[in-house]
């Protein structure tokens, strides 16, 4: 996955949240897939098994630009 399109700051605090979040999770001894509901998250096969996808899936969520409200 390219993150060309992401400023590289907003990129390393993200993942630095990410990698938080699921650690506190993995000490709680939850899986990769809680990680990725508490984020709102569809937990898919590749991402739901592995920390580090889930890591990854999370910080491209927290830097995808919000979805534009209705007035």
């Known amino acids: 996955m390219s993150q060309s399109h992401i400023n590289p700051l907003q990129w390393h605090q993200a ?7 699921c650690a506190r999770f993995f ?5 990769p897939a809680d990680a990725l509901l508490a984020f709102g998250l569809s937990a898919d096969d590749r991402a739901g098994h592995d920390w580090s996808r889930a890591v990854e899936a999370i910080a491209t969520s927290l830097c995808a630009a919000p979805a534009k409200r209705a007035a």
């Open 15 to 21: 993942m630095g949240v990410a990698r938080a979040s």
């Open 27 to 31: 000490r709680d001894g939850g899986a």
